[in-house]
């Protein structure tokens, strides 16, 4: 049997009962990380245990929302559990991206439980240089 020390244990407990699993209709929130990398804007979310294909990532205009599901494992009849707290149902997190991005060209990859997805960033929000012409033939001022 597990044991373990945690004096919030009983009030995680007590939460987790009274908001209950994540459904589709009310799903729980999900960890992320948003950074930048060079040309790209990174966002890589916390779905251990989840399978790929129980990830769905769809982008509506600048709207990213990425929705998830953790499904109990396959247990036996004669299975009694001691400890679960692994949470199980529907995690969702939508994030507004900037104008600035390219959401027609971007990746996504599933690694050791962590979706990351790698979105560039549109050409025409880098940086560039301009160059200035100056008049072709000198002027002379008259007066």
Request: glycine share 6%; proline share 9%; aromatic share 4%.
């Amino acid at each position: 049997m597990l044991m373990r020390t945690d004096p919030f244990r009983e009030l995680d407990r007590l939460t987790q009962q009274l908001m209950g699993p994540g459904t589709w209709s009310r799903p729980a929130a999900m960890p992320m990380d948003a950074y930048r990398d060079g040309d790209d804007y990174v966002v890589a979310f916390d779905l251990p245990g989840v399978a790929p294909d129980a990830i769905d990532v769809d982008v509506e205009r600048n709207m990213l929302t990425v929705k998830a599901e953790r499904r109990p494992a396959p247990r036996a009849d004669a299975v009694q559990m001691e400890l679960a707290e692994r949470p199980l149902g529907v995690f969702s997190r939508q994030i507004v991206l900037a104008d600035t991005l390219d959401t027609e060209r971007i990746k996504a990859d599933y690694d050791a439980g962590v979706l990351t997805l790698r979105i560039p960033i549109a050409e025409r929000a880098k940086p560039r240089r301009i160059s200035v012409n100056g008049p072709t033939t000198p002027r002379e001022i008259s007066g």
